[in-house]
């Protein structure tokens, strides 16, 4: 099954592979990317005997974050479709980490911004030794609110507090001695790694799975109650239609440095 920039399938073991599919603008979410995330895990969700989901990015990189010339056009739009466009993306991280079967994600290459949400929201996570990341959008004078919670839980908040404020790149190694990712291996061995896990996961009872789960996020930053999540949402919004965006988004577009 596919939605151009979101492809899933689900073979007879019940393992569903989502791959995210904008390899031209390196995987960067746009609104159709993040709809077909949304699509992808109601397709899945409809979809008896699913056991483990494993998400990739089609091309050299998994992800680069949120795709800045769509992040221009909402800026320039009303509060309320700037609302619903931050609604859409928290949503689609916080679906994704609340899932009721394990996820595996498989990076390689570049993983940016929300990216790094994306991978904090899986249970499982497998680097290749090219993997590089960063929560820069403050660096564009924007804010990642929406997945801080996620990252909080995966890398603690001292780590946060020091990589969303300084937007400097780390490679796969500093990401797996900080907790966003559980293993570092060679690119060639990506994918036969992440057969090992989902091996792995296979041999656990899915019901078990899905509770043990559940209460871990009980116990987490991203178990965000809807107060919260919609306060998230609110500054996400209007964080990108302030004068420091605009400056930041200007700074990109121009190719200079932003005028702080």
Same mark, same amino acid.
């Given at each position: 099954?596919?939605?151009?920039?979101?492809?899933?399938?689900?073979?007879?073991?019940?393992?569903?592979?989502?791959?995210?599919?904008?390899?031209?603008?390196?995987?960067?979410?746009?609104?159709?990317?993040?709809?077909?995330?949304?699509?992808?895990?109601?397709?899945?969700?409809?979809?008896?005997?699913?056991?483990?989901?494993?998400?990739?990015?089609?091309?050299?990189?998994?992800?680069?974050?949120?795709?800045?010339?769509?992040?221009?056009?909402?800026?320039?739009?009303?509060?309320?479709?700037?609302?619903?466009?931050?609604?859409?993306?928290?949503?689609?991280?916080?679906?994704?980490?609340?899932?009721?079967?394990?996820?595996?994600?498989?990076?390689?290459?570049?993983?940016?911004?929300?990216?790094?949400?994306?991978? /904090? =929201?899986?249970?499982?996570?497998?680097? &290749?030794?090219?993997?590089?990341? #960063?929560? *820069? !959008?403050? $660096?564009?004078?924007?804010?990642?609110?929406?997945?801080?919670?996620?990252?909080?839980?995966?890398?603690?908040?001292?780590?946060?507090?020091?990589?969303?404020?300084?937007?400097?790149?780390?490679?796969?190694?500093?990401?797996?001695?900080?907790?966003?990712?559980?293993?570092?291996?060679?690119?060639?061995?990506?994918?036969?790694?992440?057969?090992?896990?989902?091996?792995?996961?296979?041999?656990?009872?899915?019901?078990?799975?899905?509770?043990?789960?559940?209460?871990?996020?009980?116990?987490?930053?991203?178990?965000?109650?809807?107060?919260?999540?919609?306060?998230?949402?609110?500054?996400? /919004? =209007?964080?990108?239609?302030?004068?420091? &965006?605009?400056?930041?988004?200007? #700074?990109? *577009? !121009?190719? $200079?440095?932003?005028?702080?």
């Amino acid at each position: 099954m596919r939605n151009e920039t979101v492809l899933w399938s689900v073979d007879p073991r019940g393992v569903a592979t989502l791959t995210l599919n904008r390899p031209e603008v390196n995987n960067a979410y746009d609104e159709a990317l993040i709809q077909g995330l949304h699509d992808a895990m109601d397709a899945l969700g409809a979809k008896p005997g699913v056991r483990v989901v494993v998400l990739r990015g089609a091309g050299r990189h998994f992800q680069a974050g949120a795709d800045l010339k769509w992040i221009a056009r909402v800026a320039s739009q009303s509060p309320e479709e700037n609302e619903r466009a931050s609604r859409a993306t928290a949503m689609a991280v916080h679906r994704l980490n609340t899932l009721p079967v394990p996820t595996l994600a498989l990076v390689q290459g570049g993983c940016f911004g929300g990216g790094t949400g994306i991978v /904090a =929201a899986c249970d499982v996570v497998i680097a &290749a030794e090219d993997a590089m990341f #960063s929560i *820069a !959008e403050t $660096r564009w004078g924007l804010m990642a609110g929406v997945i801080l919670p996620q990252l909080a839980d995966a890398i603690g908040v001292r780590q946060v507090r020091r990589y969303a404020l300084s937007g400097e790149r780390f490679g796969a190694q500093e990401a797996r001695r900080i907790g966003l990712v559980h293993e570092v291996v060679p690119l060639a061995e990506l994918q036969a790694s992440g057969e090992k896990a989902v091996q792995q996961l296979l041999q656990n009872a899915p019901d078990a799975n899905a509770q043990t789960k559940a209460v871990a996020l009980e116990f987490a930053w991203g178990a965000v109650d809807e107060p919260t999540l919609e306060r998230l949402v609110a500054q996400h /919004a =209007a964080k990108r239609r302030s004068a420091e &965006a605009a400056e930041g988004l200007a #700074s990109f *577009a !121009e190719k $200079r440095p932003a005028r702080w």
